[in-house]
């Protein structure tokens, strides 16, 4: 069985205890990886701390080493693939395209300037206000693009002149080690540290006196938890949490055209996606039209083991996860709502769920008001344009959303009322990239990710004052 190992200040190091992790296509153990004791934690930390002094001076040499980091993050993506949808189930092209996609950060960020130095000048002194690096940075990464998120975090961070100790999720941390180890040949020994470990993990990593800054990508309770223990010790956060997006469709949608994009923006990794369609609200003149063209989609989409050629959806990446999407297609069932097609999970080992589309349903039952994360997806008639929009307000989640209709005027008029950190309009869109911010209003987080922004945000303002001569 696969062992994998932990990178500290350059070295592949191993656990006294180790953990498994499972295949969620087949229920079957993927490999273990290495619980990371308090001791090897304040050695990741102080690893990092020794790197920040000689990284954070060489911006030349930063660039270099981005650059030459993404063409190994390039080469691996086909070697890392089966083992990323193994541990996180999703169809292997996928997988491939996300460790590829992610080297473009590195790439991005390597050739980012930093905001400019400014200058203010008086007649008795002089302000040279610039940016510096924070120091030492903790992330955590969930499990549903464990490697796109922690490159979110890892380029960024890096390019200002930090160091980094990465913790990804337990369920996936296979192949954020084996990034790790491969990366360790290529930045300096400690610039990057990738550690494993179950809780208390994770809350250790956030309380360590080292870190100035920590950037979480996770769910909102945990969100909670750690914009707590940061305020401890007054470090800065970004805090990329949960969604509940609503896609709105207005009266004059094509809906052949927009099916296909619609059903992905929902069902894309299994309904695993921060940014993922979670309610569809419809016109009520065309509520019965776009239930059953999502639902035909839906029962004809492929299930299976993200290995197989073919397959567009795989499984829950963890029972848990399978289990929250049954109750609340139970509980969505027994406020009265129509299952449209699926509602059950599949038989055997995997943790699969069938692809659903739930109908009869209105605000206030969970299925609409909570995320899901996953593959039940409830449409909802609206009479109203206004009452479409106030209702995809009134959530504390504000994320994402997407407008679906022929008249891009209309659509821009309603994204701009939509109180999220990003609309779409017509498309499930891409991967979000490199150039653009990603983040959220109210519960969807704090700061944003990508962009310049990103890159500010791993950085604090120095000011000088000189008396002129
Ligand atoms: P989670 O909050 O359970 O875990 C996220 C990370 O935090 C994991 O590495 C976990 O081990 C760690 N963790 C657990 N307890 C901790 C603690 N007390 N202190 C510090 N770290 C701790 O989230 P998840 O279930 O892995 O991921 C799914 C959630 O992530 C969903 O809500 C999804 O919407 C959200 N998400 C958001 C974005 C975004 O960019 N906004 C992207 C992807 C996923």
Redesign the pocket.
């Given at each position: 069985m696969r062992q994998s190992l932990m990178t500290i200040d350059g070295e592949a190091v191993g656990g006294d205890d180790s953990f498994e992790i499972i295949n969620p296509a087949t229920g079957a153990p993927v490999g273990r990886a290495p619980q990371c004791s308090p001791a090897q934690l304040d050695a990741a930390m102080n690893a990092a701390q020794r790197a920040f002094t000689t990284w954070r001076q060489d911006a030349a040499a930063r660039r270099e080493a981005l650059h030459r980091a993404a063409t190994v993050v390039r080469k691996s993506a086909q070697e890392l693939g089966p083992l990323f949808t193994e541990e996180q189930g999703r169809p292997l092209f996928a997988s491939i395209g996300e460790i590829t996609y992610s080297a473009d950060w590195l790439d991005y960020y390597a050739d980012l300037e930093m905001p400019d130095e400014s200058v203010v000048t008086y007649p008795d002194r002089t302000l040279e206000i610039s940016r510096r690096p924070v120091g030492v940075v903790g992330a955590?990464?969930?499990?549903?693009?464990p490697i796109l998120?922690a490159m979110w975090k890892i380029a960024p961070a890096l390019a200002a002149g930090n160091t980094v100790v990465l913790?990804?999720?337990?369920?996936t941390p296979l192949t954020t080690l084996a990034l790790g180890r491969i990366l360790a040949d290529t930045l300096p020994p400690g610039v990057l540290n990738v550690l494993s470990g179950l809780?208390?993990l994770?809350?250790d990593?956030?309380a360590h006196p080292t870190p100035r800054k920590i950037s979480?990508?996770?769910?909102?309770?945990?969100?909670k938890?750690?914009a707590a223990?940061a305020a401890q010790d007054l470090k800065l956060i970004t805090l990329?949490?949960?969604?509940n997006d609503a896609a709105i469709l207005l009266d004059d949608v094509d809906i052949d055209a927009v099916l296909e994009p619609l059903f992905f923006s929902a069902f894309a990794n299994t309904g695993q996606?921060?940014?993922a369609t979670k309610r569809v609200y419809v016109p009520r003149r065309l509520y019965g039209k776009v239930l059953d063209a999502l639902a035909d989609r839906a029962r004809a989409a492929r299930v299976g083991n993200g290995l197989e050629p073919g397959v567009e959806l795989g499984p829950l990446t963890t029972p848990f996860q399978r289990d929250h999407i049954e109750e609340l297609v139970e509980d969505a069932r027994a406020a009265g709502a129509t299952i449209a097609v699926g509602g059950r999970r599949l038989p055997g080992d995997g943790y699969f769920f069938e692809p659903t589309v739930v109908g009869d349903i209105e605000d206030g039952t969970r299925l609409v008001d909570e995320?899901q994360?996953g593959p039940a997806l409830p449409v909802i008639p609206y009479t109203d344009l206004d009452e479409a929009i106030s209702r995809a307000n009134r959530s504390p989640y504000g994320?994402g959303g997407s407008v679906w209709t022929k008249d891009l005027d209309r659509a821009r008029a309603v994204a701009r009322r939509l109180d999220t950190g990003r609309v779409r309009i017509n498309t499930a869109g891409q991967i979000p990239p490199p150039e653009a911010p990603?983040?959220?209003v109210k519960w969807?987080?704090i700061g944003v990710?990508n962009g310049p922004w990103g890159l500010a945000a791993f950085t604090e303002l120095h000011v000088t004052e000189i008396a002129n001569p």
């Open positions: 955590m990464t969930p499990w549903n693009a998120l913790k990804p999720s337990p369920f809780e208390p994770g809350r990593l956030v979480f990508t996770g769910s909102v309770p945990t969100g938890l750690v223990a990329e949490l949960g969604g996606i921060c940014e995320e994360f994320l990603f983040g959220g969807s987080g990710e």
